[in-house]
């Protein structure tokens, strides 16, 4: 069953990284300015932290398999809705509501894996997770680029709605009743807009601080996707080696995740793997802002995917291990909404502070350390508070 269920969030990121390499261009073809490209882009993430939020309070109150179908068949079909988009308006609207769709899918599918994993590794199967979304991350572009170049968009949009109707079946059929209990009778009879839940999650230290790494993470990969691109167009290197070095860090990972070494995330204190993690990654973007020779920069991505291996897992794990299970779809559904928000932030807030691509990597290091700073310091405060009631 659990490999099953990273099969399922294979599927899940599949329909993100798709999408990635294909829709800046399809935008420009209906003849979208560069304003609207950027808004075409990054509107997905923008919507689908609203989509994150809804599955979390939704998964808590009708259960991770339910909502991880409704995702699937509503996310499959808006990818039909593509085909059909003749105008850049047109394409505004479909991105809008594939964000909120596809935002039921994520927090669905990790509720599904932790429930499994209680009691058991959840370090270890947060790990392979990881996993799981790094091989989407290096499988998705290649699909999108071969598919597009052989067949065509029409063809590249159909297949992804028929693979994530795939991904509907398998949870239909496969997964049997999500073990997220009903939601408590008082939580039931609050208001429907209620928010209780979620500030009852965020009074939790330990989830706290898994927000906060994972904002600052995709907030560190949101200025990677900006600022490399760039700089190896500037060094006059070929089109597909910033391909090359974001798949560098992805396939680091997934062999982090897969060999005996995700044992760590069971063993180590999350806490501890991610202040190792982060450090990892602050330090390897200042390295590749001065780095200028591509074998180093390939060394660097790699050394960058070490630190992404550390910090994914752990950041999960510590949000697993400090909720109940009838708050984990909240939680995972806040969780990934920072991701979203942190991929928005990074490359959409960077951009417009800097044209500079090394100074970009510089600020998002800087960024890192500071989420670092701010994670010891709610540890520190929480053990002072201790101490004093201590006395």
Same mark, same amino acid.
């Given at each position: 069953?659990?490999?099953?269920?990273?099969?399922?969030? /294979?599927?899940?990121?599949?329909? +993100?990284?798709?999408?990635?390499?294909? /829709?800046?261009?399809?935008?420009?073809?209906?003849?979208?300015?560069?304003?609207?490209?950027?808004?075409?882009?990054?509107?997905?993430?923008?919507?689908?932290?609203?989509?994150?939020?809804?599955?979390?309070?939704?998964?808590?109150?009708?259960?991770?398999?339910?909502?991880?179908? #409704?995702? $699937?068949?509503?996310?499959?079909?808006?990818?039909?809705?593509?085909?059909?988009?003749?105008?850049? #308006?047109?394409?505004?609207?479909?991105?809008?509501?594939?964000?909120?769709?596809?935002?039921?899918?994520?927090?669905?599918?990790?509720?599904?894996?932790?429930?499994?994993?209680?009691?058991?590794?959840?370090?270890?199967? /947060?790990?392979?997770?990881?996993?799981? @979304?790094?091989?989407?991350?290096?499988?998705?572009?290649?699909?999108?680029?071969?598919?597009?170049?052989?067949?065509?968009?029409?063809?590249?949009?159909?297949?992804?709605?028929?693979?994530?109707?795939?991904?509907?079946?398998?949870?239909? @059929?496969? @997964?049997?009743?999500?073990?997220?209990?009903? %939601?408590? *009778?008082?939580?039931?009879?609050?208001?429907?807009?209620?928010?209780?839940?979620?500030?009852?999650?965020?009074?939790?230290?330990?989830?706290?601080?898994?927000?906060?790494?994972?904002?600052?993470? /995709?907030?560190?990969?949101?200025?990677?996707?900006?600022?490399?691109? #760039?700089? @190896?167009?500037?060094?006059?290197?070929?089109?597909?080696?910033?391909?090359?070095?974001?798949?560098?860090?992805?396939?680091?990972? %997934?062999?982090?995740?897969?060999?005996?070494?995700?044992?760590?995330?069971? *063993?180590?204190?999350?806490?501890?793997?991610?202040?190792?993690?982060?450090?990892?990654?602050?330090?390897?973007?200042?390295? #590749?802002?001065?780095?200028?020779?591509?074998?180093?920069?390939?060394?660097?991505?790699?050394?960058?995917?070490?630190?992404?291996?550390?910090?994914?897992?752990?950041?999960?794990?510590?949000?697993?291990?400090?909720?109940?299970?009838?708050?984990?779809? *909240?939680? $995972?559904? +806040?969780?990934?909404?920072?991701?979203?928000?942190?991929?928005?932030?990074?490359?959409?807030? =960077?951009?417009?502070?800097?044209?500079?691509?090394?100074?970009?990597? *510089? =600020?998002?290091?800087?960024?890192?350390?500071?989420?670092?700073?701010?994670?010891?310091?709610?540890?520190?405060?929480?053990?002072?508070?201790?101490?004093?009631?201590?006395?």
């Amino acid at each position: 069953m659990k490999r099953l269920l990273y099969g399922i969030v /294979m599927l899940c990121f599949m329909d +993100l990284f798709i999408q990635l390499p294909v /829709m800046g261009p399809f935008a420009k073809s209906l003849g979208a300015g560069s304003f609207v490209i950027g808004l075409a882009v990054g509107l997905y993430s923008l919507t689908n932290m609203f989509g994150n939020i809804a599955a979390g309070y939704w998964i808590d109150r009708y259960g991770a398999r339910a909502i991880l179908l #409704l995702g $699937f068949v509503l996310t499959a079909g808006v990818m039909l809705l593509y085909p059909l988009v003749t105008q850049p #308006l047109h394409l505004i609207i479909v991105r809008f509501i594939h964000g909120l769709t596809g935002g039921l899918l994520v927090p669905s599918a990790f509720t599904l894996v932790s429930h499994y994993a209680s009691g058991q590794l959840p370090g270890r199967a /947060m790990a392979l997770s990881g996993a799981a @979304v790094g091989a989407a991350a290096i499988v998705g572009p290649a699909v999108a680029g071969i598919t597009k170049a052989q067949l065509g968009l029409t063809p590249l949009f159909i297949g992804t709605s028929i693979l994530l109707a795939l991904g509907a079946l398998l949870s239909a @059929v496969a @997964v049997p009743a999500s073990r997220v209990k009903q %939601i408590t *009778r008082k939580l039931q009879s609050s208001s429907p807009h209620s928010m209780t839940g979620f500030e009852v999650i965020l009074r939790k230290r330990p989830v706290v601080q898994s927000y906060i790494g994972a904002f600052s993470l /995709m907030f560190a990969m949101g200025a990677l996707t900006y600022a490399l691109p #760039l700089k @190896v167009d500037e060094l006059g290197f070929s089109a597909q080696i910033s391909g090359l070095l974001l798949s560098t860090f992805g396939v680091v990972a %997934i062999i982090v995740f897969v060999l005996p070494s995700n044992r760590w995330f069971d *063993r180590i204190s999350p806490l501890t793997l991610m202040y190792s993690g982060g450090a990892v990654i602050m330090l390897a973007l200042l390295l #590749l802002s001065f780095s200028n020779d591509q074998m180093a920069m390939f060394a660097v991505m790699g050394f960058y995917g070490f630190g992404f291996s550390l910090l994914f897992p752990s950041m999960n794990a510590l949000l697993v291990n400090n909720v109940s299970a009838e708050s984990k779809g *909240r939680a $995972f559904g +806040l969780f990934y909404a920072f991701f979203s928000l942190g991929v928005v932030a990074g490359s959409s807030g =960077i951009g417009a502070l800097t044209a500079n691509y090394d100074i970009a990597l *510089r =600020i998002a290091a800087g960024f890192i350390l500071l989420a670092g700073c701010v994670v010891a310091s709610l540890q520190y405060a929480e053990l002072k508070g201790k101490e004093k009631e201590a006395s």
